[in-house]
T-cell receptor, first 116, second 111 residues
Framework: EAGVTQFPSHSVIEKGQTVTLRCDPI?????LYWYRRVMGKEIKFLLH????????ESGMPNNRFLAERTGGTYSTLKVQPAELEDSGVYFC??????????????FGPGTRLTVL | GNSVTQMEGPVTLSEEAFLTINCTYT??????LFWYVQYPGEGLQLLLK?????DKGSNKGFEATYRKETTSFHLEKGSVQVSDSAVYFC??????????FGTGTRLKVLA
């Protein structure tokens, strides 16, 4: 079974540009999550999809970040315009159809974003 | 709010040494606790978990016991190998789907 995949693995852009990150969850997983780790700090929750619906986007830093999950399959996270403080590693995770406090999330390898 | 504190790294050990990475948490109620590991160039992998007090999670020679009285979930391994070199993250879910992570501890094992 394929795991969670993310594309690209690395992205280097200049301040003010736009970047779109993609995540493909494990097939059949309705729950999809985005997290971010900035400069060696803790990994922080950004948002949670259940199928195509945003269940919780309380962790999104500001309105420069837009996440979508069309059709309830893959998800994209767009940053427009990018700022220096957006640099970090963006992780995607997915879990099975029964979200709960003990539900195991399966993580992708992350996308390392560098904004110059 | 909920939080996780884990020891600062990096931790450097010789092969076959004993490993402890400390993790303490603050949470209301009864959180589930996890250790994730990130090997170089790979994603986060679940290493072990515990869902209630006094549970012991174990995998690949690693162990951690859910200690409610000390709000701790320390990771231990009796004899580390070079292949254990990675970043280790302690995490909890406090009754919701969100994971709360610690800052990560980098482990380097020398041959």
């Amino acid at each position: 079974e394929a795991g969670v995949t993310q594309f690209p693995s690395h992205s280097v852009i200049e301040k003010g540009q736009t970047v779109t990150l993609r995540c493909d969850p494990i097939s059949g997983h309705d729950n999809l999550y985005w997290y971010r780790r900035v400069m060696g700090k803790e990994i922080k929750f950004l948002l949670h999809f259940v199928k195509e619906s945003k269940q919780d986007e309380s962790g999104m830093p500001n309105n420069r970040f837009l996440a979508e999950r069309t059709g309830g399959t893959y998800s994209t996270l767009k940053v427009q315009p990018a700022e220096l403080e957006d640099s970090g590693v963006y992780f995607c995770a997915s879990s099975q159809n029964l979200p709960g406090s003990t539900d195991t999330q399966y993580f992708g390898p992350g996308t390392r974003l560098t904004v110059l | 709010g909920n939080s996780v504190t884990q020891m600062e790294g990096p931790v450097t050990l010789s092969e076959e040494a004993f490993l402890t990475i400390n993790c303490t948490y603050t949470a209301t109620g009864y959180p589930s606790l996890f250790w994730y590991v990130q090997y170089p160039g790979e994603g986060l992998q679940l290493l072990l978990k515990a869902t209630k007090a006094d549970d012991k999670g174990s995998n690949k020679g690693f162990e951690a016991t859910y200690r409610k009285e000390t709000t701790s979930f320390h990771l231990e391994k009796g004899s580390v190998q070079v292949s254990d070199s990675a970043v280790y993250f302690c995490a909890l879910t406090g009754g919701t789907y969100k994971y709360i992570f610690g800052t990560g501890t980098r482990l380097k094992v020398l041959a």
